[in-house]
Nanobody
């Protein structure tokens, strides 16, 4: 299974950005897909995950929306009202799981990782 993350860039505070994660090499609906991020000098943290349902870390709920297009084998992370503290490398990851189970928020449960895409928010 391979994951290709894209869509990062340099934006200003208050702007929006949509990240994409294309999953190849497996049956897409057999995987839960999550986004994590790592800011400079900080540990990698959970952002959101999706199977049939979505799961978010509370501070980002309402600003970030995760979705999936099963026809395109792609998961999206729509990020609105971006803040400087959202600056990080964003990684997508996949874990085999039943489609109707709640996706995990734990990094250790994700077996496949993309290369990361840089998001920089200037204030």
């Amino acid at each position: 299974v391979q994951l290709q993350a894209s869509g990062g860039g340099l934006v200003q505070a208050g702007d929006s950005l949509r990240l994409s994660c294309r999953v190849s090499g497996g049956s897409f609906t057999s995987y839960h897909v999550a986004w994590f991020r790592q800011a400079p000098g900080k540990e990698r943290e959970f952002v959101a995950a999706i199977a049939w349902s979505a799961r978010y870390v509370e501070p980002m709920k309402g600003r970030f929306t995760i979705s999936r297009d099963n026809a395109k084998n792609t998961v999206y992370l729509q990020m609105n009202s971006l803040k400087s503290e959202d600056t990080a490398v964003y990684y997508c990851a996949a874990a085999a799981g039943h489609y109707y189970n709640i996706p995990s928020n734990k990094q250790t449960e994700y077996d496949f990782w993309g290369q990361g895409t840089q998001v920089t928010v200037s204030s």
